[in-house]
Nanobody, 122 residues
């Protein structure tokens, strides 16, 4: 069993920045960030595998940066130039085993955090 705990969410104005963190207990493989806005389905944002290969959803590429600190078993998401439409609950997730490439479908991720709220005001 892997436990994931996100933090770092909050309220910012349009164009602002936030850095999300996700501390994992247990082995992790592909780690990813997803988000879910009110009334919408959860969607893929970014992922990183054990070899630090990174994937981004097209709308965040160039503004968001995913990274991890293996020593602390912590995943990060640096979010810059945030937009109001990116208001959502952000979740981190990990697969149960090694997968290449990292999947974008949430069904492929076995463990999830509780989420952290990000609110971007215009």
């Amino acid at each position: 069993e892997v436990r994931l705990v996100e933090s770092g969410g909050g309220s910012v104005q349009s164009g602002g920045s936030l850095r999300l963190s996700c501390v994992a207990s247990g082995a992790t493989y592909c780690m990813a960030w997803f988000r879910q806005a009110p009334g919408n389905e959860r969607e893929f944002v970014s992922s990183i595998n054990t070899e630090d290969v990174k994937y981004y959803e097209d709308s965040v590429r160039g503004r968001f940066t995913i990274s991890k600190d293996n020593a602390k078993n912590t995943l990060f998401l640096q979010m810059n130039s945030l937009k109001p439409e990116e208001t959502a609950i952000y979740y981190c997730a990990t697969t149960k085993g090694p997968t290449y490439p990292c999947p974008k479908m949430e069904d492929n991720y076995e463990y999830w955090g509780q989420g952290t709220q990000v609110t971007v005001s215009s």
